[in-house]
């Protein structure tokens, strides 16, 4: 059975960036959707972008950068998070009025 493969916009000039990011966005979520590292494919993340499989290697140089690049933001998002949920006051504040 042949795979039906969605075909993404190609990206205006300079906006490799965007792409980048579409390309993180993807891993993130097929990771946290198999829940194992070992399941993510650069395959499976330029399915899901719409983009062919060699694109990804435009922005990571192979699958273990991807990862630890996904990983790296997964940590400074929880990081911003803590530091914003220790200053926001009491655990209740956020229940208040305003």
Request: glycine residues 8%.
């Amino acid at each position: 059975m042949a795979e039906t493969f969605k075909r993404r916009a190609p990206s205006q000039w300079g906006e490799g960036g965007a792409l980048k990011e579409e390309i993180l966005a993807a891993a993130a979520r097929l990771l946290a959707e198999s829940g194992r590292e070992e399941a993510l494919s650069l395959r499976a993340v330029a399915r899901e972008v719409g983009i062919a499989a060699p694109s990804v290697y435009l922005h990571f140089k192979d699958r273990s950068e991807l990862v630890a690049t996904v990983t790296r933001r997964a940590y400074e998002k929880l990081v911003a998070e803590l530091g914003e949920a220790r200053d926001g006051g009491t655990p209740t504040a956020p229940l208040a009025p305003h």
